[in-house]
């Protein structure tokens, strides 16, 4: 039975990448909740592993090529109930834009300063604790 057969939406995988000590963020053309800042993410589709969901929904949304490098952890998320998966990818090639002009509106690499801007409620711990090891300093 697939998940949409026993009514439970999706799993959603969420793309971290960072180059150059940046995060890159989207900005959904339609918030979800509060949510309207968040990670390159995208519905893990049937015969696809999260990681590769991640890998995919980055290209397809902003153009830029990355790599799954590793899972940080998977949750329930607090606000919109939906399992999510969490992979840091690295940059393989390309240049992040607005690949994607029906979902996104805005593309930017945010610097560890920025991030609360960005994401204004407590982050995922294994995402905030790889974030920090990797912008902070």
């Known amino acids: 039975m697939t998940e949409q057969e026993s009514g439970?939406?999706?799993?959603?995988?969420?793309?971290?990448?960072?180059?150059?000590?940046?995060?890159?963020?989207?900005?959904?053309?339609?918030?979800?909740?509060?949510?309207?800042?968040?990670?390159?993410?995208g519905e893990v589709e049937p015969n696809e592993s999260p990681e590769e969901a991640a890998v995919r929904e980055t290209a397809e949304e902003t153009g830029?090529?990355?790599?799954?490098?590793?899972?940080?952890?998977?949750?329930?998320?607090?606000?919109?109930?939906?399992?999510?998966?969490?992979?840091a990818c690295e940059v393989v090639g390309g240049t992040a834009r607005v690949a994607d002009s029906d979902?996104?509106?805005?593309?930017v690499w945010a610097s560890h300063a920025e991030l609360a801007e960005y994401v204004p409620f407590p982050m995922f711990p294994p995402v905030r604790e790889y974030?920090?090891?990797?912008?902070?300093?």
């Not at 999706?10 to 979800?32: N, Q």
């Not at 979902?103 to 593309?107: A, C, F, G, P, W």
């Not at 920090?132 to 300093?137: C, D, F, V």
Request: aromatic share 4%.
């Open 8 to 41: 439970q939406l999706p799993a959603v995988a969420v793309a971290i990448v960072v180059k150059d000590g940046r995060v890159l963020m989207v900005r959904r053309r339609v918030a979800e909740g509060e949510l309207s800042w968040q990670f390159p993410a």
């Open 64 to 87: 830029l090529h990355v790599a799954a490098a590793k899972v940080l952890g998977e949750r329930v998320h607090p606000q919109s109930g939906r399992r999510m998966s969490y992979t």
């Open 103 to 107: 979902e996104l509106d805005r593309v």
């Open 131 to 137: 974030l920090e090891g990797l912008l902070a300093g």
